[in-house]
């Protein structure tokens, strides 16, 4: 599913126009941006947690140049899934071929 399949499905779940829903939808998602961006966490009940971390400087391998760099220290955004999307997801029974039986 892409961004403008999810604005129609919001669009019809809530009865308003697609325009409205995609509004709606990236004003969600600039928020969660906004908060990340000076370290607040963002919890989504039954959907998970939207957090950063902070990678410390460190030297580690540049496969491209073959050589060994010092890597600055950043903050990155992590997402941890809550409880019940990981039971809804997690927990499907995959046949010998790994699709969902």
Known sequence: MDQSELI???AKE?????TL???LLKATLREIRNLLRVGHAVTIPHL???DTAIYER???YRPVSRDF???PKRRVPVFRTG???REDVYDI???????PS
């Open 8 to 10: 129609e499905k919001i």
């Open 14 to 18: 809530l009865g308003i126009s697609n």
């Open 21 to 23: 829903s995609q509004r």
């Open 48 to 50: 998970g947690t939207f």
């Open 58 to 60: 460190h030297r580690g």
């Open 69 to 71: 760099a010092l890597f």
């Open 83 to 85: 409880t019940l999307l």
């Open 93 to 99: 029974e995959l046949d010998e071929a790994g699709a």
